[in-house]
């Protein structure tokens, strides 16, 4: 078996699972949560819904070892021989995120602690300090026994780590993890003088003389360190990455051949600098949940689509989870209505989704998630959910010339996790900035425009694409300063929003007038930060209306495009432009919104000659995957009509052809082949 796809420089050798052959369709199964009788019927109406992978075992910790060091496999040896004999695949889990009580019981101070000193109680889940030694021990021996015996099971193709690392716990303030910190300091600094220089420790008397001085930076009198923060936030990531790297690395050595992932939250999960976990897994996996009150959740969904094939440097990716149906863990659970499950499972296809799974297979009887949704619903066979379900996997059967194509896209969004981190610590000029409202009022417009978007690092390879956009990159390394600079020096283009380019790497100034990072290729200076009141607005003479931010902008080689009309940069430049090199550099110092932003963007993409799709109505979404052979347009209607898009080929949901265009039903979704 050789399902090794092309290395790509920077990410760790990516592997398929080697089944199922075609696009993957099923969900997380409990199994454990049911009378075995029931398992029969959970395999015969998984055929019928064209199932063929399932997650198993993700959180049955105390099921496969119900006391220490002894362990009851003979369930799910019964489980994988029955799905393995109607050819349902196997991703299996092992069960760490849901440590038992039996291990909490014993090991009482393995509890995470909060910020605030509050140890969380048990009777939930993910309740481990990620630095315990005791946890580490239990998760291997447990981890251990499961690679041993499922090694050569012909139904496992996929190993499953552990549950959404860093969600909804990520940091630990607990003693056993202030002293993993200073380790984790000692190993970047190596010398106390060079951690005070980078935390500014001179400032209110902060100043380390040994190791042992540094704690977590807990909730404290006023305002902690914020470059002890940010170095907390870093540690954090690498503290889970490593528990995620000693279970893979078990799994590796002892089950050779069988992929190994962790499921992502991208986009939501904070906790994790995902670009450096995509490079450790051997295939990325993503959950994503809509955000079911936004009326515009399909964009967001298309935005986290978009960041997942980003971290997985353009490969295929699972689906891992989503719902059919309503959560169960949001303020109102908004159901989705007919037609919504399909349309988000082939967007998420769209943009690089090989394997579209469920959280979960049949909906529980009990426990916290009841009421969660299910492929299989508490009304069982005769309901909507279930005839959706089964029309989904035949869909997914007909889209089976898509596995392994690739997403090109149009134009890129810088993004990261570090700027993140930095930008919405204590005390930034104002509560209203926040990350992913600007990556999100940037993409929206982006989407609106018909362009497809990939994330990028902000040192990663920008060389790609003509235009690439810089929401709130508050913290940019040097590193990254220099690659945009380059960029735009040989012919590239950026739009960069106001508060980026401020603070390096320890979250210190830069030097001079603002933004020092990125001073010279916008060509201009920002005096002095001017937040906006609440509610307050300001106009610029383009007739962009402006809210939160604005800023006296002194030119210095960029030209304004639009001025302040009132506010308190009257006057002054609000958008320019800089000529840098070959290349062009767009600033916008306001927080300007929808069509607003469409001015602007549409001012870049003349300027690199960058044409957005012409003939596509609003609200239709447009996505291409290429093969070798063929290309793949995806077109999802979002419209109460019907909308009409030119296309040649053969449609591969109806198995009509399509002489020149396709008529996409209201709310439905076509998938067009055309050979290249
Ligand atoms: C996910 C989690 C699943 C399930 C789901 C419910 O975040 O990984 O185990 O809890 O949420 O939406």
Redesign the pocket.
């Known amino acids: 078996m050789d399902t090794t796809l092309d290395a790509v420089p920077g990410a760790a050798p990516a592997q398929w699972p080697r089944r199922p052959a075609g696009i993957a369709y099923g969900g997380?199964y409990n199994p454990e949560q049911w009378p075995e009788e029931v398992w029969a019927e959970d395999v015969a109406l998984m055929r019928e819904a064209g199932v063929n992978l399932v997650s198993v075992g993700?959180?049955a910790w105390a099921m496969v070892e119900p006391e220490e060091g002894r362990y009851t496999f003979d369930w799910l040896d019964r489980l994988l021989d029955l799905l393995h004999a109607a050819e349902i695949a196997v991703d299996l889990g092992t069960p760490t995120a849901a440590p038992p009580s039996w291990f909490l019981h014993r090991h009482p101070h393995v509890r995470p602690v909060t910020r605030d000193g509050q140890v969380l109680g048990s009777g939930g889940r993910q309740s481990f300090c990620p630095s315990s030694p005791e946890y580490a021990a239990a998760a291997e021996r447990v981890t251990t026994q499961l690679a041993r015996r499922y090694a050569t099971h012909p139904a496992v193709v996929l190993w499953h780590v552990n549950?959404?690392y860093g969600?909804p716990v990520g940091e630990c303030y607990c003693a056993v993890s202030a002293a993993a910190f200073r380790d984790w300091l000692r190993a970047r600094y190596r010398d106390l003088d060079a951690l005070n220089e980078a935390w500014g420790t001179t400032f209110w008397s902060q100043r380390y003389g040994d190791w042992s001085e540094i704690d977590a930076p807990r909730t404290a009198a006023t305002v902690v360190n914020p470059a002890q923060r940010l170095d907390f936030a870093r540690f954090t990531s690498d503290a889970l990455l490593d528990n995620y790297r000693r279970e893979r690395d078990i799994l590796h050595r002892l089950a050779p051949g069988i992929p190994v992932t962790t499921?992502f939250?991208l986009a939501n999960c904070k906790a994790l600098d995902y670009w450096r976990w995509a490079t450790e897994v051997d295939v990325v996996s993503n959950?994503h949940?809509l955000q079911a009150e936004r009326a515009d959740n399909h964009v967001e969904l298309a935005m986290c689509a978009d960041l997942t094939r980003s971290v997985a440097a353009g490969r295929p990716w699972l689906l891992m989870?989503h719902?059919t149906s309503a959560?169960?863990?949001q303020a109102r659970n908004i159901a989705k209505r007919p037609g919504e499950m399909r349309r988000n499972s082939l967007a998420h296809v769209a943009r690089g989704a090989d394997a579209v799974l469920f959280?979960?297979w049949r909906a529980g009887r009990r426990g916290a998630?009841k009421f969660?949704s299910a492929m299989l619903p508490h009304g069982g066979t005769g309901t909507r959910i279930w005839r959706e379900v089964v029309d989904l996997g035949l869909d997914l059967s007909a889209l089976r010339p898509l596995r392994g194509t690739r997403v090109s896209a149009d134009v890129a969004i810088v993004w990261d996790w570090a700027a993140w981190w930095a930008l919405e610590l204590e005390w930034r000029p104002s509560v209203d900035l926040t990350y992913r409202e600007r990556i999100e009022a940037y993409y929206g417009q982006l989407w609106r425009d018909h362009l497809t978007v990939d994330f990028v690092h902000p040192e990663g390879d920008l060389g790609a694409y003509p235009l690439v956009v810089v929401p709130s990159l508050y913290l940019t390394t040097p590193a990254a300063a220099a690659n945009l600079r380059a960029y735009v020096d040989g012919g590239g283009s950026v739009v960069v929003s106001y508060f980026s380019g401020i603070v390096d790497a320890d979250d210190a100034v830069y030097p001079g007038a603002y933004p020092g990072a990125l001073r010279d290729l916008l060509g201009l200076e920002v005096e002095e930060f001017l937040p906006l009141r609440e509610g307050e607005r300001v106009r610029l003479s383009d007739g962009t209306v402006g809210d939160v931010w604005a800023e006296d902008v002194r030119l210095a080689g960029a030209t304004a495009v639009a001025t302040y009309v009132d506010g308190p940069a009257a006057g002054g430049p609000a958008i320019t432009h800089h000529r840098f090199g070959a290349g062009h550099a767009w600033y916008v110092s306001t927080r300007a919104h929808g069509e607003d932003l469409r001015g602007v963007l549409r001012n870049a993409y003349a300027g690199v000659g960058l044409m957005p799709p012409a003939g596509i109505p609003d609200d239709v979404e447009v996505v291409r995957r290429t093969g070798p052979d063929a290309s793949y347009t995806v077109i999802i209607n979002h419209r109460a009509d019907a909308a009409t898009v030119a296309v040649t080929g053969m449609e591969l949901l109806t198995g009509e052809p399509c002489p020149g265009s396709v008529t996409v039903p209201a709310g439905g979704v076509r998938v067009v082949a055309s050979s290249r």
């Open positions: 997380d993700i959180f549950n959404e969600a499921n939250q959950d949940y989870e719902s959560v169960n863990w959280f979960q998630e969660h």
